[in-house]
């Protein structure tokens, strides 16, 4: 029906620009292109993984294989794929945190000319705070999946019956006197739901933003560990007697994962977590527990606001050897069109959030996502990665410190706190445990002598 001309390792069909600048048709490839993708197993990417056959329909000579892992398997099976140049994914999904970090090593790829010539993607929709996350010296590194920060759910229900009002902004303080009014352990609930289980993105991400709020901090202007600052020692004591008093059962093994569940299922009248659960959450809710949900955003002390800013990003490794291929696929999965397909498919509950400025316009999203969609963007705009504590310090990042030791100083301190959770040690012992381990990391990089 028509004719082919070889363009590099395309196939162009006279079929022709206007159908594909219309978005009808796609250059096909000479040889068939299986892209392997790597990707967080959280609710809104599983969605991704199942209306994939929307994108091999537009683009048949693109086949996608995923490889969808929980987070604390997905950061080393990624990280070794890139740093060791294996060339195993040409897509990766990766945080806020690995963005900088390896575009600076050269491990991804500059998306710039590609986001910059392809107008159909809208590069100037994407949310500033959140573009920023996945951009390095002005340049985009990955395609925004995902945007967040985090504020409380809590039960309306369960705060009428017992006479409590949740505040717009409640302090830590009134959360813990909450959590101490509404356990009730003979009715299989808590008072509070926390992230218990050890890892840097886990347990600590949320206890990073009590110590920030709390006037602690990791490190000084020196690089000094500041964890046994009393400041820093008063946040950790507070998160860990909280779960330890009000938290759900066995909490040193629970992530957002668990929280979701027990929230969902009506076994904790709190949850402080993730904004990008909330759609989720209301999805797994029954009717019952579903119309009594609130929230409200991330408890303060010291701070004016405290939640934190992440970005899940896709982005390409440079040992990738189809790579224009890859960015099709990036782009569709974190475009507009993608939003509204995952929407209409799977539910508003179900469409990444806090990417883009068009998903707040659209008029079925606002409806079902009126419960929390303006306290998500509030929540997103008013963190400050650049000055996450009240004290001065040389790093940014609110719920992590952007340096490639902070891996190794999070995980090491965080299976310290679970062991404080859990009982197995005190909460003086996880510090000066993490004090001394953070120290021997920051010589050994040179940080401090």
């Known amino acids: 029906?028509?004719?082919?001309?070889?363009?590099?390792?395309?196939?162009?069909?006279?079929?022709?620009?206007?159908?594909?600048?219309?978005?009808?048709?796609?250059?096909?490839?000479?040889?068939?292109?299986?892209?392997?993708?790597?990707?967080?197993?959280n609710p809104q990417m599983q969605t991704a993984a199942k209306l994939i056959g929307n994108f091999e329909q537009k683009y048949p000579d693109i086949k996608v294989q995923?490889?969808?892992?929980?987070?604390?398997?997905?950061?080393?099976?990624?990280?070794?794929?890139?740093a060791t140049k294996s060339g195993q994914y040409d897509v990766v999904m990766i945080g806020a945190y690995e963005v900088p970090l390896w575009a600076q090593k050269g491990w991804i790829v500059d998306l710039s000319s590609y986001a910059n010539s392809d107008t159909a993607w809208d590069q100037a929709d994407l949310l500033k705070p959140i573009r920023n996350l996945v951009s390095y010296q002005g340049k985009m590194y990955a395609t925004p999946f995902y945007g967040s920060s985090s504020f409380l759910f809590y039960r309306k229900d369960l705060f009428a019956k017992a006479g409590l009002t949740m505040p717009a902004t409640p302090t830590w303080d009134q959360v813990a006197q909450y959590a101490a009014k509404l356990?009730?352990?003979?009715?299989?609930?808590?008072?509070?739901?926390?992230?218990?289980?050890?890892?840097?993105?886990?347990?600590?991400?949320?206890?990073?933003?009590?110590?920030?709020?709390?006037?602690?901090?990791?490190?000084?202007?020196?690089?000094?560990?500041?964890?046994?600052?009393?400041?820093?020692?008063?946040?950790?004591?507070?998160?860990?007697?909280?779960?330890?008093?009000?938290?759900?059962?066995?909490?040193?093994?629970?992530?957002?994962?668990?929280?979701?569940?027990?929230?969902?299922?009506?076994?904790?009248?709190?949850?402080?977590?993730?904004?990008?659960?909330?759609?989720?959450?209301?999805?797994?809710?029954?009717?019952?527990?579903?119309?009594?949900?609130?929230?409200?955003?991330?408890?303060?002390?010291?701070t004016k606001a405290s939640g934190w800013l992440w970005a899940w990003g896709l982005s390409i490794p440079t040992t990738s050897k189809n790579k224009d291929a890859a960015w099709k696929l990036i782009a569709w999965l974190t475009s507009p069109e993608y939003i509204k397909l995952a929407g209409s498919k799977a539910g508003w509950g179900q469409v990444p959030p806090g990417s883009r400025t068009s998903t707040y316009q659209l008029p079925d999203y606002k409806k079902a996502t009126a419960a929390f969609s303006d306290l998500t963007l509030a929540s997103i705009n008013s963190a400050d990665p650049l000055h996450p504590t009240v004290m001065p310090v040389p790093y940014t990042g609110v719920q992590y410190v952007d340096i490639p030791e902070f891996e190794q100083v999070g995980d090491f301190t965080s299976q310290q706190i679970a062991g404080a959770i859990s009982g197995q040690i005190t909460v003086d012992q996880a510090i000066d445990a993490s004090q001394k381990k953070i120290v021997e990391i920051m010589q050994d990089g040179g940080y401090i002598k």
């Open 1 to 41: 029906m028509y004719s082919k001309a070889r363009f590099g390792s395309f196939a162009v069909s006279s079929c022709f620009v206007a159908l594909a600048g219309a978005g009808l048709c796609a250059p096909a490839y000479s040889d068939p292109v299986t892209l392997t993708v790597a990707l967080a197993a």
């Open 66 to 82: 995923f490889q969808t892992l929980p987070e604390n398997q997905l950061r080393p099976a990624v990280l070794k794929d890139v």
């Open 183 to 302: 356990d009730d352990k003979s009715a299989n609930v808590s008072g509070i739901c926390l992230r218990g289980v050890p890892g840097w993105g886990q347990n600590l991400a949320s206890l990073t933003t009590v110590i920030n709020t709390f006037g602690g901090r990791w490190f000084d202007q020196k690089w000094q560990p500041q964890l046994s600052d009393p400041k820093s020692k008063a946040a950790i004591s507070f998160y860990v007697n909280l779960i330890r008093q009000h938290g759900q059962p066995d909490a040193a093994k629970d992530g957002w994962q668990e929280c979701l569940q027990l929230f969902s299922q009506g076994h904790a009248a709190m949850w402080y977590d993730d904004t990008v659960f909330a759609g989720p959450v209301l999805d797994q809710a029954g009717p019952g527990l579903r119309d009594n949900i609130g929230f409200a955003m991330a408890p303060v002390k010291d």
